[in-house]
């Protein structure tokens, strides 16, 4: 047995090679934090995870968050939080739908079949927009307001990761995660 083979295998039977772990990053444009930041690995052999529902919420007429990231499959509630009507829909990219006028205090729902950016608008607030994020992996995350983000349970490897924020094209590139080594996304 070679000398790399062993230790190799140890490794895998007590799970050490294989443990998912947090990827911890952050996100700078122009050497400072940027916030609002999508960023995904790509990973076809994961095990899909559970899809939990999110929420993009209507109030003081602008959606929260502004930039929301889900996983294929995933159904967004669309809370009015609002003292006002709203009529939510998207008929760009991603996944075109029209949720209609409705008053406070009434939630609608879609499900985001399919990845893509979809942007997201009221036909009657013109100021309020957002986007959705939809990729297809379990691996994603949306920086926050010091451009750090965090990508729960990453099995460490070699992965194609890409990064999106609004008014800018996707980055693409490789990244090699390993436990306890930061991931950090930089726009020139």
């Known amino acids: ?105 009434e939630v609608k729902n879609q499900s985001f079949d399919r990845p893509g950016l979809s942007r997201v608008f009221c036909n009657i607030h013109a100021q309020m927009a957002a986007y959705v994020m939809v990729v297809d992996t379990p691996y994603f995350a949306v920086s926050d307001a010091r451009g750090q983000f965090t990508i729960q349970d990453v099995p460490a490897g070699t992965y194609h990761y890409h990064a999106w924020r609004p008014g800018s094209p996707i980055l693409n590139d490789v990244i090699d995660i390993r436990p306890g080594v930061p991931f950090d996304v930089r726009w020139p």
């Open 1 to 105: 047995m070679t000398r790399w083979l062993f230790p190799l295998l140890i490794a895998l039977s007590t799970g050490v090679a294989s443990a998912p772990a947090a990827v911890e990053g952050a996100v700078t444009v122009k050497g400072k934090p940027a916030n609002d930041t999508v960023v995904w690995l790509d990973a076809p052999d994961a095990p899909r995870a559970p899809t939990r529902g999110a929420v993009l919420e209507q109030r003081d007429l602008q959606f929260f968050p502004r930039v929301l990231a889900v996983q294929v499959g995933t159904k967004v509630r669309f809370p009015n939080s609002d003292r006002v009507l709203h009529n939510v829909f998207s008929y760009h990219d991603g996944e075109p739908f029209d949720l209609g006028l409705y008053p406070v205090g």
